[in-house]
Every structure is written in C-alpha cells, then in structure tokens.
C-alpha cells in the first residue's frame, strides 16, 4: 500500500513556529508534485503551498514570507517550516503528492491523513 504520513502538528502559540513532515512510502516510482494544503472547520481545503520535484515552490499570499515548503527527493518527504503563526493558520493540514505508482499506468494524487495545527492567541 502506498501511505503518506504526516508529522509536527501541534498547538502554539501566536508568533510561534512549528515544522511538519511528510513522507511517502509503498510502491512510488517517482514523484511530481508534492504541497501542503489546510482545512480549516467548516471552510473548503485550500492550498498552501507547492514544491515541484526541480524544487520550484508556489505559496498562498497568506502564507508568503513566513512559511517555507522543502523536500528531500531521496527520503520521499516533503516539509512546511511554519514561523510566525496566526491564530488564522488554525487548520489540518494535509500533505499531497503528484506519484507514478509501481505497477500502474499514469499518475495519482496522494493524501495525508491530516495534522492539527492550532495556534492561540
């Protein structure tokens, strides 16, 4: 079975910092896209940000200048650095992945099973 599990969620606190962690495992062949997205309750799922495999990255406006997406294509994992948290940044967070899986033909888009985040004001 492929998995994405997620890590680093937490409560915090207004000004502070947290790192999530995502790492894809199973039968992946190479992987595209990866990004991060967040759900907040009673709102639809909404990017945050993207990391294309060349390491290319694409944020929300919200988030630009205070979060930062990395991977680290030898480990299959993808990371969001969050500074400068907002009691707005409350959300799951969902990690995703573009991937070819072994054994199929095209491509798939692959979920996270979701990480709290929430921080106080």
Not at 39 to 44: I, S, Y
Not at 87 to 107: E, I, M
Request: proline share 2%.
């Amino acid at each position: 079975q492929v998995q994405l599990v997620e890590s680093g969620g937490g409560l915090v606190q207004a000004g502070g910092s947290l790192r999530l962690s995502c790492a894809a495992s199973g039968s992946i062949g190479i992987i595209n896209d990866m990004g991060w997205y967040r759900q907040a309750p009673g709102k639809q799922r909404e990017l945050v940000a993207t990391i294309t495999r060349s390491h290319r990255t694409n944020y929300a406006d919200s988030v630009k200048g205070r979060f930062t997406i990395s991977r680290d294509n030898a480990k299959n994992t993808v990371y969001l650095q969050m500074n400068s948290l907002k009691p707005d940044d409350t959300a799951v967070y969902y990690c995703n992945c573009n991937a070819v899986l072994r054994g199929l033909s095209g491509t798939r888009d692959l979920w996270g099973q979701g990480t709290q985040v929430t921080v106080s004001s």
